[in-house]
């Protein structure tokens, strides 16, 4: 299994304001994944991300909202732009491993006031 | 729209009992089934998967698939007060992307 760091852990941020999350994997890996849980809530894909292509995102989030790049095979950003109170969410990255297993990160959690 | 339906519960069980937990799936082409353990404030964890109809035994953890009826569950034996979780369903179908379910949170009670 994969060994995956996100940047930051936690944070409180303004409204209108963003905020970029780094997502670090100790291997190279083809396919990241980002998701956002929010309270007592599911798992909710924002988009997968391939190295070397666009990011491909899920019905109800847009580029201009969460952008992401993947510069290389080991790393990955979410950016979440001018928040509000209904960004505030625990944002995970992961990635694939054997046969649709999924290896997860330890979260962002995010606090728009 | 694949759906992957689980009681969010909570499920409480006394410590030592058999722990149930159950999930049903409307998407008939799914081929790989998991189980992911999420502890309050961190990140789920995988700890079953399976693809095959019938049980898969790993320790005290035993899941179940029935593809005709859509189910799948997991069985927890001798549960222990660490086992207290929400415990996730999730669905693959080949796309590398698994849908997941809301998840079921258990309380094993000394």
């Known amino acids: 299994s994969a060994v995956i760091s996100q940047k930051p852990s936690r944070d409180i941020c303004q409204r209108g304001t963003s905020l970029t999350i780094q997502c670090q994997v100790d291997s190279q890996v083809t396919m990241m994944f980002w998701y956002r849980q929010q309270p007592g809530q599911s798992l909710t894909l924002i988009a997968t991300?391939?190295?070397?292509?666009?990011?491909?995102?899920e019905s109800g989030f847009v580029i201009d909202k969460f952008p992401i790049s993947r510069p290389n095979l080991t790393f990955s950003t979410l950016t979440v732009s001018n928040m509000s109170p209904e960004d505030s969410s625990i944002y995970l990255c992961?990635?694939?491993?054997?046969?649709?297993?999924?290896?997860f990160g330890p979260g962002t959690r995010l606090l728009v006031l | 729209q694949k759906e992957v339906e689980q009681n969010s519960g909570p499920l409480s069980v006394p410590e030592g009992a058999i722990a149930s937990l159950n999930c049903t799936y409307s998407d008939r082409g799914s081929q790989s089934f998991f189980w992911y353990r999420q502890y309050s404030g961190k990140s789920p964890e995988l700890i079953m998967f399976i693809y095959s109809n019938g049980d898969k035994e790993d320790g005290r953890f035993t899941a179940q698939l029935n593809k005709a009826s859509q189910y799948v569950s997991l069985l927890i034996r001798d549960s222990q007060p660490s086992d207290s979780a929400t415990y996730l369903c999730?669905?693959?179908?080949?796309?590398?992307?698994?849908?997941f379910g809301r998840g079921t949170s258990l309380i094993v009670h000394p």
């Open positions: 999730a669905t693959g179908g080949g796309s590398y992307i698994p849908t």
């Open positions: 992961s990635v694939d491993g054997r046969e649709e297993t999924q290896y």
């Open positions: 991300a391939n190295q070397g292509s666009e990011a491909t995102y």
